[in-house]
């Protein structure tokens, strides 16, 4: 099995990544495999750069093939955001329930009440070679959380082909259309073909 070195230390999204790469000869590891703590600063404007960002500072550091990824929710409504502050949209600390009904509130009378889930996959190869793969799914920001299944965003995120939020679907419905998923599928058709 080939190590590849995933810029995270979510371990939710490390098994995420190790079920799709597995089968390809890839076991993932991850920040918390480390012994140090490593800081990256994400100074990027879109993205596709924060992930770059991400991939590139580990890579630099361990010289081996790494994958990062940038995800977060566009609002129309709001001119994108929260988009790449996703994470810390209204402070690192505020929990997403009160996130969520600030969205809820802000779309109320808006006349679109449009929003994506993006999520950009930055990889660099063992020579350094730079990749990025993006997935993008279309959803409207709903008028109230509803479900207790997913994380983030997703109570507030309805989609309209399964007719309710992301957070009551089961994680396999999810992941089928996933912003994630749609980007894990791009990059593993790239791997595939460089095998």
Known sequence: MKEIMLASANAHKAQEFEEMLRPLGYTVKTLLDLKEDIEIEETGTTFEENALIKAKAIHERLGIEVIADDSGLAVNALDGAPGIYSARFMGRDTSYDVKN???????????DKGCQFICAIAYVQADGSEHVFTGVVEGIVADHMEGAKGFG????FYYPPYGTTLANVSEEQKNRVSHRGRALAKLVAFMEKEK
């Open 101 to 111: 009904q600030y969205l809820i509130d802000q779309c109320r009378h808006a006349e």
């Open 153 to 156: 965003y997703d109570p507030i």
